[in-house]
Each structure stands twice: as C-alpha cells, then as structure tokens.
T-cell receptor, first 115, second 119 residues
Framework: KNQVEQSPQSLIILEGKNCTLQ??????????LRWYKQDTGRGPVSLTI?????NTKSNGRYTATLDADTKQSSLHITASQLSDSASYIC??????????????FGTGTRLKVLA | NAGVTQTPKFQVLKTGQSMTLQCAQD?????MYWYRQDPGMGLRLIYY???????DKGEVPNGYNVSRLNKREFSLRLESAAPSQTSVYFC??????????????????FGPGTRLLVL
C-alpha cells in the first residue's frame, strides 16, 4: 500500500534555531514530492516540489532534500521564526495502474516556535 | 484574484440534516478536488473533477455527492449527515486535468476550509 510517513509528529523549538522534518514514503511509481505548510485554520500552501532527479530545492529559509533511492525526504528550516509555527505536510504524487495521478498525503509534523 | 474560496467557514448540523459546501476558484483551473482532514490522518480525497462535466470518486466517497456546476464551481453535498462526517473539508484546484503530468507548475491550491460539526 502506498504510504507517506512523517516524523516527528510534533516539535517545539526556540526562535532562531534550526530544525529538520522527515518524510519517508513507499509510493511507487513515484512522480514528485511536495512540502506544504498549513497554518492553523487555513488550507495548505505549497513550499517546494521535487522530482525524482532533484536532490535539493530551496525556498528562502526552507530547504528540501530528496533521496529517491532510500525514498526519504527532509525539510530543513533555518533560523526559525515565530511565523514558522504550523503543520508541515509531505505529499507524494504517485501514478495509478490506469495511468492517472494521485496525491498521497502524510499526517504532518506540527511545529511550534517559541520566543 | 481570490484563488480558492469556500463557504461556509463553519457549520453545525444535526444527524440526518443535509447541506451543501460551496467551492469556487477564479484561476481558470481544470481540476477541482474535495478533501477531508481528520486529526491524526492525512488529507483524504472524497471526490474530484478532472474537468467541467466530469466527476469521479476518491478514497472516501460514501455519504457524499458532488456537482461540477461549471468550470469555476464544485460543490459537495451531504444528503444525511452523520457524526462520522465531522471534519474539516478542503477544496482544491489544479490547472491541468487529472491525466496531465503534475509537474512543478501543477501544484494544487487549497481553499481555507469548512469546519463541520455533526451532532
């Protein structure tokens, strides 16, 4: 069964510190992987997208890495800010047997940044 | 450009009541989606519409119906609400149709969500 697992479930860090969130997946065949940020009470917003040929992608203080061989991705947040407090969701796009595409969502990591 | 909008923001229903959740996008996207988000679970696809005039079941369609009214609007209807349908519902849209390769430019855009409580 296609799955996307994220760790940790929740994380608390102090403002200014760095952190890394993990995403492991078993989706096959794999098309691409996205990281979304979801603020409380809002819809998810895309941060980065990576295809199987990309190892690293940055978006400001957010850097995503992908190892397609081990089926692992990470999202590194540098110099965290209070506004980084949110849930971070890993989404893997897989291809169905009929040739269409489907999104498989992880359960997210809830990050809290304290002043 | 409002993106994806959803109404209502919050709704309380009694078991057995019906209601329709509305979704509209102004980005001229082809595909539209309805998801539910429950604690401890990833977003789960209820129904999707690859293009105007077509709808297909997702992962958890039971108890729901949808209508793709036109290219902009995609509604989700609960005919007889049950407590198990208490959830946060998100609508999303994407430029290409479902068969189009979801490359870097084909991200899904989500609405702000509708929080539904069924008593």
């Amino acid at each position: 069964k296609n799955q996307v697992e994220q760790s940790p479930q929740s994380l608390i860090i102090l403002e200014g510190k760095n952190c890394t969130l993990q995403c492991n997946y078993t989706v096959s065949p794999f098309s691409n992987l996205r990281w979304y940020k979801q603020d409380t009470g809002r819809g998810p917003v895309s941060l980065t997208i990576m295809t199987f040929s990309e190892n690293t992608k940055s978006n400001g203080r957010y850097t995503a890495t992908l190892d397609a061989d081990t089926k692992q991705s990470s999202l590194h947040i540098t110099a965290s800010q209070l506004s980084d407090s949110a849930s971070y969701i890993c989404v893997v796009t897989g291809q169905t047997t009929s040739g269409t595409y489907k999104y498989i969502f992880g359960t997210g990591t809830r990050l809290k940044v304290l002043a | 450009n409002a993106g994806v909008t959803q109404t209502p923001k919050f709704q309380v229903l009694k078991t057995g009541q019906s209601m329709t959740l509305q979704c509209a996008q102004d980005m001229n996207h082809n595909s539209m989606y309805w998801y539910r988000q429950d604690p401890g679970m990833g977003l789960r696809l209820i129904y999707y519409s690859a293009s105007e005039g077509t709808t297909d079941k997702g992962e958890v369609p039971n108890g729901y119906n949808v209508s793709r009214l036109n290219k902009r609007e995609f509604s989700l209807r609960l005919e007889s609400a049950a407590p198990s349908q208490t959830s946060v519902y998100f609508c999303a849209s994407r430029r290409q149709g479902q068969d189009g390769f979801p490359g870097a430019q084909e991200t899904q855009y989500f609405g702000p969500g509708t929080r539904l409580l069924v008593l």
